[in-house]
């Protein structure tokens, strides 16, 4: 006997129709909203020394790239065409030095319909490319990636932690 069709995944963005849209959120409740997001920024050995001692001929690329992801997170929805302006509580960039670079982690916090998980991502992003242009002239090789979400906690569809294997998908964890 065969087996029924699987259920499509529905994308929220679309109708009905296939038009896209932006997600009604005026109906769920208020809750509070963490996304953490990461990325990495691969560079060689001499950009790295350049960049931790904080005197790239544009100035202190950490600094730099620590304001932008905090700016980018800020204007995420005016970046992101389908994405609510959210009331940041808070958001946070971390710039960690690696072997191979930098690691990039971002917090995004609010109280709100709906998640910050684009607000985090945002900031990964603005805060990576922001490091690589500071760095650039000193490195044209550098390798933006790995942006991901690592967890995000509140809403409806509940709590998620990436697992510590990135091979795997994540997993939902229901409260």
Not at 97 to 106: D, F, S
């Amino acid at each position: 006997m065969p087996r029924p069709p699987a259920a499509r995944p529905r994308l929220t963005h679309v109708d009905a129709d296939g038009r896209v849209r932006m997600v009604d959120v005026g109906d769920k409740p208020v809750t509070a909203r963490e996304a953490r997001a990461r990325g990495t920024v691969t560079m060689s050995a001499v950009a790295r020394r350049l960049v931790g001692t904080g005197r790239t001929k544009k100035g202190d690329a950490l600094q730099a790239a620590r304001i932008a992801g905090i700016m980018a997170a800020k204007r995420t929805a005016d970046l992101i065409p389908l994405c609510h302006p959210l009331p940041l509580s808070s958001i946070a960039v971390d710039l960690v030095a690696t072997r191979t670079g930098y690691r990039i982690e971002a917090v995004a916090r609010t109280t709100g319909q709906t998640g910050v998980e684009m607000e985090a991502l945002t900031a990964v992003a603005g805060a990576a490319l922001t490091l690589y242009d500071m760095v650039k002239a000193v490195d044209k090789t550098m390798v933006i990636g790995e942006i991901c979400l690592v967890e995000k906690r509140g809403g409806r569809s509940g709590d998620y932690r990436r697992p510590s294997s990135d091979r795997r998908p994540g997993v939902k964890v229901r409260r």
